[in-house]
């Protein structure tokens, strides 16, 4: 445990939301693909995450429900050092979806850049 000074606390609770959710981010981007199966999801356990817990975020990840939910979310276009690049909002991650000609693909989602900062 640590002894954080009370004018600090709004500050690092933040910063350990931040990081939190980046985590979560970097764990769906990198083990749950959206071509495979939701079983073949249960097979990545061994990352670093509790089991139940991997099991949970696969389910609510998979889901219709968590899917629709992610189009016109506000996001943040990172470049490889992650720094922000640019704002948008999310379009469409339907697979389907022809953006440019190409198809979106499990990997890729329709993003409408709303500010450009570098």
Do not use: C
Not at 49 to 57: D, G, H, I, M, N
Not at 95 to 110: A, F, Q, T
Request: overall charge neutral; aromatic content about 14%.
């Amino acid at each position: 445990m640590f002894d954080i000074p009370i004018s600090l606390w709004d500050f690092v609770m933040k910063d350990l939301d931040q990081k939190w959710r980046s985590w979560k981010y970097d764990l769906r981007t990198k083990f749950l693909m959206p071509y495979q199966k939701a079983q073949q999801h249960f097979a990545y356990s061994d990352i670093g995450a509790v089991e139940e817990q991997w099991k949970k975020l696969v389910h609510i990840w998979s889901s219709e429900e968590f899917k629709d939910s992610l189009a016109r979310r506000r996001v943040g276009i990172l470049n490889f050092p992650r720094q922000v690049v640019a704002s948008g909002i999310l379009m469409s991650d339907d697979n389907d979806n022809v953006v440019m000609g190409k198809k979106l693909g499990g990997e890729y989602y329709e993003v409408s850049i709303l500010i450009a900062h570098d």
